[in-house]
């Protein structure tokens, strides 16, 4: 397919079968793109939504002792994702990859440690964001936005998930729009810039510009089918998330 131009502070979903690749595209070098995936129990039957893979985190050994409270009264709540729905985890992915930034070849993980993209090229430095939680219009106006009308990744990517669910991509109400996973920020670059102990600074993090170039690009394989879901952060209030200037980026689908 051609690349498909994603405008500045938008957001797109896109849905990908198993073994398609997906090549997310720095038009200017200095916007960031929050990433996310998700897969939905009856789009696979080979991982994660099939027979022989739990939905709960909870053993069947266990769950007498959940008798008569909450958990088993509340186990079919839509919130925040209906049963068997995964998604794409950083913090999983950071433990299992032993690292923050995943790297060529580095596969990228569900929620329940499914396979869900490897990370197949990256013509940038390798300088990615696993640790900053996605914008949204809450922590917008704790930056200092006077309401909470601020344009903002959660929302894109909730916009997009509706438009998805509306076109019969998955089941509408599937995942609430309280919910936001943490995202993987392509392109985002922040640093360490101090020691982990406490007089060094309990690692604190910098958020600045991107070191990706104009035309760098990623691209990753699916593994397994799901929705990916993109946005073109619109944060302008932390200047350095893209280096002041909210810009557009591409995606493109590549034949297998
Ligand atoms: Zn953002």
Known sequence: MPSVTIPARTGDYVALKSGQR???????????????????????STTGGDSTTPTSFIRSSSSTEATGNTTSQHSSTPFPFTSGVQYFAASR???????????????????????????????TSGVHDTLFGCCDRFRMHNLGHPDFEHASCAENMHLALRRAAAQGVFKPGSISDEWTPDPLNVFMNVPITTGLDRDSGGGKIECIPPKSKAGEYIVLRAEIDCVAVM????????????AGKCLSVEYEVLDT
């Open 93 to 123: 992915t950071r433990s299992i990859l032993s690292k923050l930034i995943p790297g060529t070849k580095d596969v990228l993980y569900t929620n329940k440690s499914v396979p869900l993209f490897t990370l197949l090229e990256d013509t």
């Open 231 to 242: 946005s073109a952060c619109p944060n302008d209030l932390i200047v350095g998330v893209n």
């Open 22 to 44: 997906l090549k997310l595209i720095n038009p200017h070098g200095t916007q960031v793109i929050d990433f996310w995936a998700f897969v939905f129990p009856s789009a696979n």
